[in-house]
């Protein structure tokens, strides 16, 4: 474990390059060993003497009206110690702030949490329109995923209640609370809670889906393309 607390010291120091790429990936792969080894900042020796950066990002995930894809981006927010926020036109788009090596970290999550739901999603509202005795179809993709958030938001409790220490490196520092408050001060709420349309199979495969989901694999291995977990 030495070694990995010293690896992690390296990429911190690093993350201060002048070189932007350089500097963002050394970021995210500290974060990476910090999650894949349940490790605290404090547990690792320096880390102090190393600035808090605040960043925000908006992603590629564009909806309109209401959609899962916000109920999804507040929990994965929350429980990596960011805040979600929508940018609004014509359609919303999903965003993230909170720490930059934090941010980085939603974002994969979220692309890689999104990739399996459509993927898994889609092939059961397939399964289930062949099923002649159903009429409709609408809302089962959606059930879906509000049960696979559902067990994701209930794997990522799982985790904090194993673990002290993984719940402290996850809450929001005091710098990103009082930098959203200021960031966000100008910000209009809007409600994009998505509707229940009660295909309660449909939620509780979901459910079941999101409480496997493997949070530190998907983020160490984010060059897969292996995302499917259900069994049709």
Sequence with gaps: MDNIKLKIQKLLALSKSSNENEAQNAIMMAQKLLLKHKLSLKEVEDYSKINIDLDSYKTSHKFRGSSWKSNLGSVIANNFGCYMYLETSNSHKVCFYGKSEDVAICNIMLDYAIKCINL???????KMKNDKRRKYFKGIKSDYALGF?????????????????????????????????EFSSGFNLIDVNQEFYKYNDAFELGKKDGSLFDISDKIENEGSEELQISNY
């Design 120 to 126: 898994n999603g889609d092939k059961l509202v397939k």
């Design 149 to 181: 958030i559902r067990g994701l938001e209930e794997r990522f409790k799982t985790q904090v209640s194993s673990n002290k220490e993984w719940g402290l490196l996850l809450q929001k520092e005091k710098a990103v609370i009082s930098g959203y408050k």
